[in-house]
């Protein structure tokens, strides 16, 4: 069992969906939790770092982490063409920055 | 302020060979982590050096090592190439060791390597 799993899709929403991308995750040490987008060919870009359980919200996008059920989100408001991407949960634990990426979801948003 | 900077940006290299790969974090950031992603998986994480000392090591075989300078800049390098090699290979550039609420970690646009 990988330590995060995440659904690779595709997923395809027409413009202006409320998006919503999943991750669990098996190792109840991780604290720490990131979204990143990635572009095709591109590095990825941090889109959302948030600590243990909650919400956070940043403009149209809100990560929500439950530990209690191992599970982590990103919820992305009127999406647009422009959100077309990979989007990659991560989680870190411990003492240094070993980030455990999920699969990536490839996210299609048609105008 | 630049970004985490990577070179080269594509490299093909022969089984058997060598290659280095070349890393400037962000300015003022001390930790750089190396992490090889093949195309449609996520990112495997290589190596974290922290103060030009190293503090993490993924499953990787010995024919990776790294190193990190004086001036914070890393080094990735690949012994013996293998076809499996072909990869993305990013860094990942981060002011502190830990995660912590002030330590996001920022990526470079990545090296595109491929071995025939």
């Known amino acids: 069992q990988k330590e995060v799993e995440q659904d690779p899709g595709p997923l395809s929403v027409p413009e202006g969906a409320i998006v919503s991308l999943n991750c669990t995750y098996s190792?109840?040490?991780?604290?720490?939790f990131m979204w990143y987008r990635q572009y095709s060919r591109k590095g990825p870009e941090l889109l959302m770092y948030?600590?243990?359980?909650g919400n956070k919200e940043d403009g149209r996008f809100t990560a929500q982490v439950d530990k209690s059920s191992k599970y982590i989100s990103l919820f992305i408001r009127d999406s647009q063409p422009s959100d077309s991407a990979t989007y990659l949960c991560?989680?870190?634990?411990?003492?240094?920055?070993?980030?455990?990426f999920g699969a990536g979801t490839r996210l299609a948003v048609h105008p | 302020d630049a970004g985490v900077t990577q070179s080269p940006t594509h490299l093909i290299k022969t089984r058997g060979q060598h290659v280095t790969l070349r890393c400037s974090p962000i300015?003022?950031?001390?930790?750089v982590s190396w992490y090889q992603q093949v195309l449609g998986q996520g990112p495997q994480f290589i190596f974290q050096?922290?103060?030009?000392?190293?503090?993490g090591r993924g499953n990787f075989p010995d024919r990776f090592s790294a190193r990190q300078f004086p001036n914070y800049s890393s080094e990735l390098n690949v012994n013996a190439l293998l076809l499996g090699d072909s990869a993305l290979y990013l860094c990942?550039?981060?002011?502190?060791?830990?995660?912590?609420?002030?330590?996001?970690?920022?990526f470079g646009e990545g090296s595109w390597l491929t071995v025939v």
């Open positions: 990942a550039s981060s002011l502190g060791q830990g995660p912590s609420s002030g330590n996001t970690i920022y």
């Open positions: 190792n109840s040490a991780f604290q720490y």
């Open positions: 948030t600590y243990s359980s």
């Open positions: 991560a989680a870190v634990s411990g003492g240094y920055n070993k980030l455990i």
């Open positions: 300015s003022g950031h001390k930790s």
């Open positions: 050096y922290y103060e030009k000392e190293e503090r």
